[in-house]
């Protein structure tokens, strides 16, 4: 069984839904498209986590889980104003904002299962 990130992420959260399709243009400007295989839309989102390093705190957390995965073991997500899905995130930036605080920024990229 998957594990769920559940931590809150910053507000402004941005994501991108890409459709996949294919095109085939003839040249009497007649135009024949469909959608490539059986999951078209996909979604990837830019999330941001705040707080402190040290055992027991959230930032640490994340940074923990993240880790365990990876960057290909999907995890279950539910991203703002959509169903939960499975993502992956490979790789994370981390960025100083004093006073002990640090962000950690990440791209979740959606993943299917057969």
């Known amino acids: 069984m998957a594990e769920t990130f559940d931590f809150d ?14 095109s085939n243009d003839f040249g009497d400007g007649y135009t024949q498209a469909g959608g490539v295989g059986i999951n078209t839309k996909s979604q990837a989102w830019d999330v941001t986590v705040t707080g402190r390093f040290g055992a027991g705190q959230k930032l640490q957390q994340v940074q923990d889980f993240l ?15 959509s169903a939960q899905g499975r993502y992956t995130a490979n790789g994370y ?3 100083t ?3 002990g605080l640090h962000s950690l920024s ?5 993943t299917f299962r057969p």
Request: net charge positive; glycine share 12%.
């Open 97 to 99: 904002l004093g006073n």
């Open 9 to 22: 992420v910053q507000v402004g959260a941005s994501g991108d839904v890409k459709q996949r399709t294919w």
């Open 67 to 81: 880790d365990r995965h990876d960057g290909f073991k999907s995890f279950l997500w539910t991203p703002p104003g």
């Open 93 to 95: 930036k981390l960025a």
């Open 106 to 110: 990440t791209s979740f990229k959606q």
